[in-house]
């Protein structure tokens, strides 16, 4: 179902793969909060698409990021303390006597320690390392869209919202961020056709059963080193009611699993097309489904290499 991949962030080097224009009115609108507001939530982005930001402009969104940087290395700095302080006190109850809520005390502590360090290392880098690139459900990317004819790089959230659709869908059917090859005249009839995109990424990653019956992650590469142009769909989403935010999603789509996929215990595949169709997907004839499965059809078959994820 490709709950995760790592993409192309950094939104000088999608340029150059897409040949597309940046549409920054959408950029500054993701990042964009009133500072007033305490409970203004940062929005989620891999952080290898800030690094570029930051590196390369342009220089209002630079400028938004740093302003959430600043505050978030705040909160951390501020739980990081609280955190220290909670296994400080976990320690000295356990050498008093041991108890259960002092071990859970020390255990969760020293995790959160850890997890509030790395996101902190990560603020500070400038130049990004291959896991910042990574998305999941929930995470906005750079996408490709095609706007009067024109190639155009927006950011969207991965996972679909549907317009006409509750906000609550999110919760109800976590997981819109697949459409099946097999519903896309079913559930996805008002997008596809009629709301295409194209993700760039380098890896996908699935769950999958071990042969013990444990959880694993695999990352799927394929072996050309090329990147995936994963076929999408997307939606403008706006709130009846006036309260909730606009917001443009999307989902990857997926088909029956390439052989080595299935092979490595997985059964779908994201539908990974040549760089001729790109045009010819973004630019859509409702009237004309079977060209669009035609592109599917012909698709890139590169072997998918698989190794298990950290």
């Not at 939104?11 to 549409?23: I, V």
């Not at 869209?145 to 991965?158: A, I, L």
């Not at 706006?238 to 052989?259: H, N, Q, W």
């Not at 001729?276 to 998918?304: C, G, K, S, T, V």
Request: include cysteine; glycine fraction near 6%.
């Amino acid at each position: 179902m490709c709950y995760s991949a790592q993409v192309r962030a950094e939104h000088r080097k999608f340029q150059r793969q897409t040949g597309a224009t940046m549409e920054l009115k959408e950029y500054v609108r993701l990042y964009w909060s009133d500072k007033g507001d305490a409970g203004a939530k940062r929005p989620k982005v891999p952080r290898a698409m800030e690094i570029g930001f930051l590196r390369d402009g342009p220089p209002e969104i630079a400028e938004l990021i740093r302003q959430w940087d600043a505050r978030e290395m705040q909160a951390l700095e501020q739980e990081l303390f609280k955190q220290r302080r909670r296994v400080a006190d976990g320690e000295r109850s356990l050498q008093a006597k041991a108890t259960k809520k002092a071990q859970e005390d020390v255990r969760i502590g020293r995790s959160r320690v850890e997890q509030i360090k790395g996101r902190i290392e990560a603020l500070k880098r400038s130049e990004p390392q291959p896991d910042d690139a990574r998305i999941y459900p929930g995470y906005y990317s750079n996408v490709l869209v095609s706007e009067g004819g024109q190639r155009v790089m927006r950011p969207m959230r991965y996972q679909c919202r549907p317009a006409g659709k509750p906000a609550l869908y999110d919760r109800k059917f976590p997981g819109t961020y697949n459409a099946r090859r097999d519903s896309l005249e079913g559930f996805w009839k008002a997008q596809f056709g009629h709301h295409h995109a194209l993700m760039v990424a380098d890896v996908f990653y699935e769950n999958v059963a071990a042969p013990d019956g444990r959880n694993q992650v695999l990352a799927f590469t394929p072996r050309t080193g090329e990147p995936m142009l994963i076929a999408c769909l997307w939606s403008h989403w706006t709130d009846p009611a006036g309260v909730e935010p606009a917001l443009d999603s999307f989902a990857a789509i997926t088909d029956d699993p390439e052989p080595e996929v299935a092979a490595a215990g997985h059964d779908r595949t994201i539908i990974n097309i040549k760089p001729e169709h790109i045009d010819a997907w973004l630019n859509p004839d409702p009237a004309n489904l079977q060209a669009l499965y035609a592109i599917f059809d012909d698709r890139q078959h590169p072997y998918y290499e698989h190794r298990e994820a950290a």
